[in-house]
């Protein structure tokens, strides 16, 4: 069972606006803005989109964007295309044990 | 441009060592916490551990007895073993180094290696 909760499955069309909800504690999510959002695309590694809540790394695209709330994270893609289909997982830093990350089960992201 | 490379065994019996390394190129080493993250097929990820240019390291509790994370700072790399391995222990496996912003490096994991699949089988 994964640390953080997340929506199993979200769907949109293409063009349209989704948001991914990643829901922790106040031993993570609502305790530490290192939020972090990933990408992951069927057999490649994780790719960096959203770190610290709600920064976007070199080259990730401006669709993309983090926010938080409380003990929930956000992950919104607008103007939804089709290679934004796959799979996101968030993360958070914790420092009230080890493991010192925990993360979410993964959200799958289909395009219609 | 920093790249993680990945080699290790990938098919394992039942109480056998899992054994895997990971070489980095194109960046500094010193200074960075190197983490292992692995993915059970279908499933969401896991954080194993971290070691740090001092040798300094953090493990996940529920892996700790069985897991040792190393590194030759000579060749850059760094080392994964996970004693005594049971079913439960297949996975992608993943070597990874955090993004880091002028103030912190716990932000999120901005580097990956491609990954080594593990499969524990009798």
């Given at each position: 069972?994964?640390?953080?909760?997340?929506?199993?499955?979200?769907?949109?069309?293409?063009?349209?606006?989704?948001?991914?909800?990643?829901?922790?504690?106040?031993?993570?999510?609502?305790?530490?803005?290192?939020?972090?959002?990933?990408?992951?695309?069927?057999?490649?590694?994780?790719?960096?989109?959203i770190?610290?809540?709600?920064?976007?790394?070199?080259?990730?695209?401006?669709?993309?964007?983090?926010?938080?709330?409380?003990?929930?994270?956000?992950?919104?893609?607008?103007?939804l295309?089709?290679?934004?289909?796959?799979?996101?997982?968030?993360?958070?830093?914790?420092?009230?044990?080890?493991?010192?990350?925990?993360?979410?089960?993964?959200?799958?992201?289909t395009?219609? | 441009?920093?790249?993680?490379?990945?080699?290790?065994?990938?098919?394992?019996?039942?109480?056998?060592?899992?054994?895997?390394?990971?070489?980095?190129?194109?960046?500094?080493?010193?200074?960075?916490?190197?983490?292992w993250?692995?993915?059970?097929?279908?499933?969401?990820?896991?954080?194993?551990?971290?070691?740090?240019?001092?040798?300094?390291?953090?493990?996940?509790?529920?892996?700790?007895?069985?897991?040792?994370?190393?590194?030759?700072?000579?060749?850059?790399?760094?080392?994964?073993?996970?004693?005594?391995?049971?079913?439960?222990?297949?996975?992608?496996?993943?070597?990874?180094?955090?993004?880091?912003?002028?103030?912190?490096?716990?932000?999120?994991?901005?580097?990956w290696?491609?990954?080594?699949?593990?499969?524990?089988?009798?």
């Amino acid at each position: 069972q994964s640390a953080l909760t997340q929506p199993a499955s979200v769907s949109g069309s293409p063009g349209q606006s989704i948001t991914i909800s990643c829901t922790g504690t106040s031993s993570d999510v609502g305790g530490y803005n290192h939020v972090a959002w990933y990408q992951q695309h069927p057999g490649k590694a994780p790719k960096l989109m959203i770190y610290d809540v709600t920064n976007r790394p070199s080259g990730v695209s401006n669709r993309f964007s983090g926010s938080k709330s409380g003990n929930t994270a956000s992950l919104t893609i607008s103007g939804l295309q089709a290679d934004d289909e796959a799979d996101y997982h968030c993360s958070s830093y914790t420092s009230i044990s080890t493991p010192l990350y925990v993360f979410g089960s993964g959200t799958t992201v289909t395009v219609l | 441009q920093v790249q993680l490379q990945q080699w290790g065994a990938g098919l394992l019996k039942p109480s056998e060592t899992l054994s895997l390394s990971c070489a980095v190129y194109g960046g500094s080493f010193n200074g960075y916490f190197w983490s292992w993250i692995r993915q059970p097929p279908g499933k969401g990820l896991e954080w194993i551990g971290e070691i740090n240019h001092d040798g300094r390291t953090n493990y996940n509790a529920s892996l700790k007895s069985r897991v040792t994370i190393s590194r030759d700072t000579s060749k850059n790399q760094v080392s994964l073993r996970l004693n005594s391995v049971i079913a439960a222990d297949t996975a992608m496996y993943y070597c990874a180094r955090g993004y880091c912003t002028s103030s912190s490096c716990k932000g999120g994991f901005g580097y990956w290696g491609q990954g080594s699949l593990v499969t524990v089988s009798s």
